[in-house]
Structure formats: C-alpha cells, structure tokens
C-alpha cells in the first residue's frame, strides 16, 4: 500500500490551518488501513484505501459568506479562495 499524504499536504502547501483536522483523519485512515493490510494478509485478505480524484461540484458558486467579516482572518480567507480557485482551474485543464 502506498500512501499519498505527503503529495497531498507538502509542507506550507495548506491553504488554512483549519485543514489540519482533515488531513490528520485521511493520515488516521491510511495508516488504520496499512496495520489492518498486515493483519489480514495471511488470511489470503488484502485492505485498500480507495482515494477518488477531483470531483465536480459548484463549490465556487456555493460558497457562503458570513455576515460580517473579521479582519484578522483576511489573509486566510485570501489564501483559502486562490487556493480554491486554482485547483479548480487545475481540474479545468485536466479534464480538457
């Protein structure tokens, strides 16, 4: 089993810290998977961890806004929308 979670996350490559959360969980899951592979394997059982790629959605055209803003989270709030605008091109691309 191979694991993406550095291709995934490299470092300073997180668009917000809040994303820490999720990227522990994939880590938890990829290294559940890995221990549960080396149980089972003399059983003649192999685990796998199923990662999809992009999926389309209208995130761009769904995104909420609060009400009222905080300054302090500008820059975050910033980095967040590039980060998300240009993965979104990204998939543009690859799907041409």
């Not at 810290?17 to 059983?43: C, I, K, M, N, P």
């Not at 806004?65 to 975050?76: G, I, K, N, W």
């Amino acid at each position: 089993m191979q694991s993406s979670w550095s291709s995934r996350y490299e470092a300073g490559s997180s668009p917000c810290h809040a994303w820490a959360e999720v990227g522990t969980h994939w880590h938890a899951l990829e290294v559940y998977s890995e221990s549960l592979d080396h149980e089972v394997r003399q059983f003649g059982i192999r685990v796998s961890v199923v990662e999809p790629g992009f999926t389309r959605t209208k995130i761009g055209q769904n995104g909420q806004l609060a009400a009222q803003r905080l300054d302090v989270y500008a820059a975050d709030r910033d980095r967040v929308r590039e980060t998300i605008g240009a993965s979104l091109e990204r998939a543009q691309i690859l799907r041409m």
